[in-house]
């Protein structure tokens, strides 16, 4: 039976937001428009300033949103699920929340969460604990200190562990082909891992 009940998915539909199991912490997800954004900001009083990455259950799908290169998908495979975050170009300019021209986009490995994107398209993939206070790793928990309903979380625990790593995939301007690999953030894959992988690719 699925836990994804229409009561989610019409919350979110609905330009609401939702607490939702990864691989690490609690998300908070919201569709990536302009409403729904508003809405996640203000209630984690989230500066506009520091955008937020996209959740999606393949690369693919992410597609209609960012410019998804043939390194992007092949890095993916050769890494556990999850464990890397995308910043790619985006298609057309998002919401500057979004990151703007360059958007963050990460693979979830969580198969509740892969559910919920499955369901409703791609998803902001935030922390829904606040920054700079003990994390919790209960979907529940974090969304009773958000003050939100029962209709607005996927029930469950998160593992905690290091976070995703992040890399920034840039486009050569000198070769079409020919891209750039540059580790923003240092998480559960190390430097050295990424840099023996973009080394040896192709």
């Known amino acids: ?14 330009n609401g937001v939702v607490v939702y199991p990864t691989s690490t912490l609690p998300g908070l997800g919201c569709l990536p428009n302009k409403i729904a954004l508003d809405n996640l900001y203000r209630l984690k009083n989230r500066p506009a300033e520091q955008p937020v990455s996209l959740g999606v259950a393949d690369i693919r799908q992410a597609a209609s949103l960012v410019d998804v290169p043939t390194i992007a998908v092949d890095i993916l495979h050769n890494f556990p699920r999850g464990s ?3 910043i790619l170009d985006a298609v ?17 490995a969580d198969v509740r969460a892969i559910e919920l994107v499955n369901a409703v398209g791609p998803i902001t993939a935030t922390s829904a604990n606040h920054s700079g206070v003990e994390p919790v790793f209960s979907t529940k928990l974090a ?8 209709e607005c979380f996927v029930d469950g625990e998160c593992p905690g562990g290091a976070p995703s790593t992040i890399l920034s995939i840039v486009k050569s301007e000198i070769e079409p082909d020919d891209y750039t ?3 923003i953030r240092e998480g559960v894959i190390p430097r050295n891992d990424v840099e023996t992988w973009t080394r040896n690719y192709r």
């Open 143 to 150: 969304a009773e200190i958000l003050g939100l309903g029962h």
């Open 181 to 183: 690999v540059t580790i």
């Open 1 to 14: 039976m699925s836990i994804i009940t229409p009561e989610l998915i019409q919350n979110l539909n609905s």
């Open 92 to 108: 057309t300019k998002l919401d500057n929340r979004l990151g703007g021209n360059r958007v963050a986009v990460r693979v979830l």
């Open 84 to 86: 890397l975050t995308l």
